[in-house]
């Protein structure tokens, strides 16, 4: 499976962006997948998830009522729309996929955000 991750860009707190994860390969494979983030000098953390076939999500505590994850299974896409941003969400993104309830198999190449405050 193979992620590619886009919509990243530069944004006013408050402000809203829209990423998305294209999968395409070995698709009928994925079980689950999220969105992930690493903030210069920390570690990656999660964002928020999406069961492929059922579309069970899960988010980060923190992020609940601000972030959104959706899925078009046609287009084998997810998204993350993310809104009322802050400075604080300033962040490289990845989608990954996984093939079980297990670990992340899959990784995307990331979007920069960036939010001034």
């Known amino acids: 499976v193979q992620l590619q991750a886009s919509g990243g860009g530069l944004v006013q707190a408050g402000g809203s962006l829209r990423l998305s994860c294209a999968a395409s390969g070995r698709t009928f494979s994925v079980y689950r997948m999220a969105w992930f983030r690493q903030a210069p000098g920390k570690e990656r953390e999660f964002v928020a998830s999406i069961t492929w076939n059922v579309g069970i999500t899960k988010y980060a505590d923190s992020l609940k009522g601000r972030f959104t994850i959706s899925r078009d299974n046609a287009k084998n896409t997810v998204d993350l729309q993310m809104n009322r941003l802050k400075p604080e969400d300033t962040a490289v993104y990845y989608c990954?996929?996984?093939?079980?309830?297990?670990?992340?198999?899959?990784w995307g190449q990331g979007t920069e955000v960036t939010v001034s405050s």
């Open positions: 990954a996929a996984s093939r079980s309830i297990g670990d992340y198999d899959f």
